[in-house]
């Protein structure tokens, strides 16, 4: 709804907006250039009080950066799109399996030399980090140890019995019997 004064006919709603407009662009200007004087200064060697400013400033120079891109998101992107909704689905998994597959190809990629690079690691990390994270969200009730919602009308999975703690009283069992099946070998 859109306030405003009956005095002067003053539209707080456009001046808010405004403000915010000027305010997310000072941001984006100040955090990039706090974050780029850091990057110039951070090859030159200063003393431990030089160097706990640098830090600060890097500190403050990237929220101010990370605020400014969340405000002008937030205008720019304003409807959902379809694929927002998967996305949003595989954020946890992903984050959840994403080391694996770093640690695992970068140990197989030292091996050859043109794999070795950053950018291919890089693209062959994250391709197979959302393909992971991808599958999990297809595989049906294995996504519950995932943090995601197990698929409707599955019973073997705990909705209202233990109170949703059956994984993780499953997967300490498990912990335990190996930890005691590796001490006794």
Partial sequence: AVVSTQSTGHDVTASRNLY???WNRVCFV???LLC???GILMFYEFGTVLAITGGLVRGVGQWLFIMALLGLSREKFTKPATWHKKGREMALPFYLTHQWSIVSITSGG??????????VMWLLTTISSLTVAYLVTLSGPVRYFFGLPAPPGFQLLPGKRMGGFLPVVVLGTVAVALVVGTNLV
């Fill in 110 to 119: 030292l091996w050859v030399p043109y794999l070795r690079t950053l950018p």
């Fill in 20 to 22: 915010l407009w000027k």
């Fill in 36 to 38: 780029g004087i850091f």
């Fill in 30 to 32: 100040v955090g990039a």
